[in-house]
């Protein structure tokens, strides 16, 4: 770009938004504020005293040298390191910035990593929601843009090598469909409570599609407990919660039952409160399916969100979770404990 007198901008296309402010001094002066010319307009000879009256003595114009990028071509490159599968870039460029929006509903991935490689690279910048959580097709997940009008062929290049070969975000769609609940406790096998964590656990998976197709009261002996989590092995269900009997005490068998079972056991324990005492584990079945096996601790009952909904995004688009994904929920992993919970706008403060 090249600055020029406004007297001399005829014919030259402008660089930038020019914003114009009209104070509405007198009854029939109109009041306004924003841009009276639009970036890549061609001046002409009329809009000259207009300019001058915007107190634009000078102005930028548009004279790409050699080894420049525009803005907005630059934009669209930027998208590209982010957009990955299930999610789509959407729009035109507009002053260099381009949203990145989910096309299915899932699970939100990013690579962190990777994302602050490319944010430690100046003049570019990649904003993004928090990974690991539900979104809905349409929704929002990430903006990017240069911060100058032009940019250096080789800063954008320096941004590009950060990214590596693949899309810094994607959305894993959910894809689980069944589950099957083994409610543990004495006192609700024989009746004397009702089953209250079942319609819970019925509600938070039916939000991301998945059907409870198996409810069992097996009490609380770990034979019992076993034998009802092979029946529901043997229906084929895709997800698999225990709940309650999560806590130490003699009583709670729910954790050995599982591992008798034969699940591949994750974690036991979460850095998370509520929901401490929250175990994940794996059954490996024949011909490589892994069927997820959570054993739900208490507070989920009665807590609006606990790290059962934390994780939950993650299981119902198949997407496996490691000890290391359990490990960094411990930085906001707090519940504040809000009188009014907004989660998940506020997920534990984040």
Same mark, same amino acid.
Request: charged share 20%; proline share 6%; net charge negative.
């Given at each position: 770009?090249?600055?020029?007198?406004?007297?001399?901008?005829?014919?030259?296309?402008?660089?930038?938004?020019?914003?114009?402010?009209?104070?509405?001094?007198?009854?029939?002066?109109?009041? =306004?504020?924003?841009?009276?010319?639009?970036?890549?307009?061609?001046?002409?000879?009329?809009?000259?005293?207009?300019?001058?009256?915007?107190?634009?003595?000078?102005?930028?114009?548009?004279?790409?040298?050699?080894?420049?990028?525009?803005?907005?071509?630059?934009?669209?490159?930027?998208?590209?390191?982010?957009?990955?599968?299930?999610? &789509?870039?959407?729009?035109?460029?507009?002053?260099?910035?381009?949203?990145?929006?989910?096309?299915?509903?899932?699970?939100?991935?990013?690579?962190?990593?990777?994302?602050?490689?490319?944010?430690?690279?100046?003049?570019?910048?990649?904003?993004?929601?928090?990974?690991?959580?539900?979104?809905?097709?349409?929704?929002?997940?990430?903006?990017?843009?240069?911060?100058?009008?032009?940019?250096?062929?080789?800063?954008?290049?320096?941004?590009? #090598?950060?990214?590596?070969?693949?899309?810094?975000?994607?959305?894993?769609? =959910?894809?689980?469909?069944?589950?099957?609940?083994? #409610?543990?406790?004495? &006192?609700?096998?024989?009746?004397?409570?009702?089953?209250? =964590?079942?319609?819970?656990?019925?509600?938070?998976?039916?939000?991301?599609?998945?059907?409870?197709?198996?409810?069992?009261?097996?009490?609380?002996?770990?034979?019992?407990?076993?034998?009802?989590?092979? &029946?529901?092995?043997?229906?084929?269900?895709?997800?698999?919660?225990?709940?309650?009997?999560?806590?130490?005490?003699?009583?709670?068998?729910?954790?050995?039952?599982?591992? #008798?079972?034969?699940?591949?056991?994750?974690?036991?324990? #979460?850095?998370?409160?509520?929901?401490?005492?929250?175990?994940?584990?794996? =059954?490996?079945?024949?011909?490589?399916?892994?069927?997820?096996?959570?054993?739900?601790?208490?507070?989920?009952?009665?807590?609006?969100?606990?790290?059962?909904?934390?994780?939950?995004?993650?299981?119902?688009?198949?997407?496996?979770?490691?000890?290391?994904?359990?490990?960094?929920?411990?930085?906001?992993?707090?519940?504040?404990?809000?009188?009014?919970?907004?989660?998940?706008?506020?997920?534990?403060?984040?």
């Amino acid at each position: 770009m090249r600055l020029v007198r406004t007297e001399d901008a005829v014919g030259h296309v402008l660089c930038h938004d020019m914003t114009q402010i009209l104070t509405g001094d007198s009854p029939d002066a109109p009041r =306004f504020k924003g841009p009276r010319f639009r970036k890549g307009h061609v001046v002409t000879a009329e809009d000259v005293p207009v300019l001058l009256s915007m107190g634009k003595v000078n102005l930028y114009v548009w004279e790409l040298e050699d080894g420049m990028v525009h803005e907005d071509d630059a934009a669209r490159r930027m998208a590209a390191l982010v957009a990955g599968p299930g999610t &789509e870039a959407t729009g035109a460029p507009s002053e260099g910035k381009i949203n990145v929006r989910a096309a299915v509903d899932g699970v939100l991935l990013v690579d962190s990593e990777r994302l602050r490689a490319v944010n430690s690279v100046e003049q570019v910048m990649v904003a993004t929601r928090r990974g690991g959580f539900a979104v809905r097709a349409g929704d929002l997940v990430a903006g990017t843009r240069v911060i100058p009008l032009v940019i250096a062929e080789e800063q954008l290049a320096r941004a590009e #090598a950060a990214a590596g070969e693949e899309p810094l975000l994607s959305v894993a769609p =959910f894809s689980l469909r069944t589950a099957a609940v083994v #409610a543990t406790g004495s &006192e609700v096998a024989s009746g004397l409570i009702e089953d209250r =964590f079942t319609p819970v656990m019925v509600d938070k998976l039916a939000a991301y599609g998945i059907e409870v197709v198996s409810r069992s009261t097996p009490g609380d002996e770990r034979d019992a407990v076993v034998a009802a989590i092979d &029946e529901t092995r043997a229906a084929g269900v895709d997800l698999v919660l225990c709940t309650g009997g999560m806590s130490v005490d003699p009583d709670d068998n729910t954790p050995g039952a599982i591992r #008798a079972a034969g699940a591949r056991v994750v974690a036991y324990g #979460a850095p998370v409160l509520p929901g401490a005492m929250l175990l994940v584990g794996y =059954f490996d079945e024949p011909g490589g399916r892994s069927v997820p096996v959570l054993g739900v601790p208490g507070c989920a009952m009665y807590n609006k969100a606990t790290v059962l909904d934390l994780i939950l995004p993650r299981l119902a688009a198949g997407v496996e979770v490691t000890r290391s994904d359990l490990v960094a929920l411990g930085e906001g992993g707090l519940c504040l404990g809000c009188t009014e919970c907004t989660y998940p706008h506020c997920p534990f403060g984040r």
